[in-house]
């Protein structure tokens, strides 16, 4: 494996979608995710990687939850290496929860792919956590062994696998219109 630090120094800045210990960091970050789909949307899917994902998935609890009888912006989201996200409703308090399927059961009830590494050294039960919000007749779930990242061209079957899962996440939410 290649040592790819040389190549992303520590004093660089980096960019991300929010700070993940700061409660005002991250309630900004789902306004803006708001505000974008409001002005940018419809979209027929959301798809997000690692922190993006868990931001999907927390805008999504908040809609939900804030207006249970009202159809989801999204036929379907597609979550790469993602974790549970934040409690919407906590962060209203200025307090960092994630949202724990083991208190609240499933949450999201649209079709979702969930994929991730069993490798993932970065948010090593993320992806199991994240997809048990989600009713399970409605997930498709796919492991690979590609660490933190979304399979690319040399690891042929993982990418194969993947296809699979969304292929089988869009057919679903199609089928559902």
Partial sequence: MVDIKPYY???????????????????????????????EGPFDGVLGFSQGASLAAAYLV????DFPSRPLPFR??????GGPPFDPQALEQDEMR??????????????????????D????????????LCEEKDSNVYMHDEGHSIPGPRAKVAVQGCVRAIRR?????????
Avoid at 62 to 65: D, H, N, Q
Wanted: proline share 7%.
């Fill in 76 to 81: 379907c989201a597609i979550f790469f290496c």
């Fill in 9 to 39: 120094p520590a004093e660089d800045e980096y960019f991300q979608y929010y700070n993940p210990s700061s409660a005002p960091s991250v309630a900004l970050a789902l306004a803006q995710l708001k505000r974008y789909i409001q002005i």
């Fill in 62 to 65: 908040r809609l939900t939850r």
């Fill in 98 to 119: 994630l949202v724990d399927a083991r208190k609240t059961g499933p949450i999201l009830r649209l079709p979702t792919a969930h994929i991730w590494a069993r490798n």
């Fill in 121 to 132: 050294t970065v948010w090593p039960e993320g992806g199991e956590m994240l997809s048990e």
């Fill in 169 to 177: 996440t869009i057919d679903r939410a199609e089928m559902m219109q």
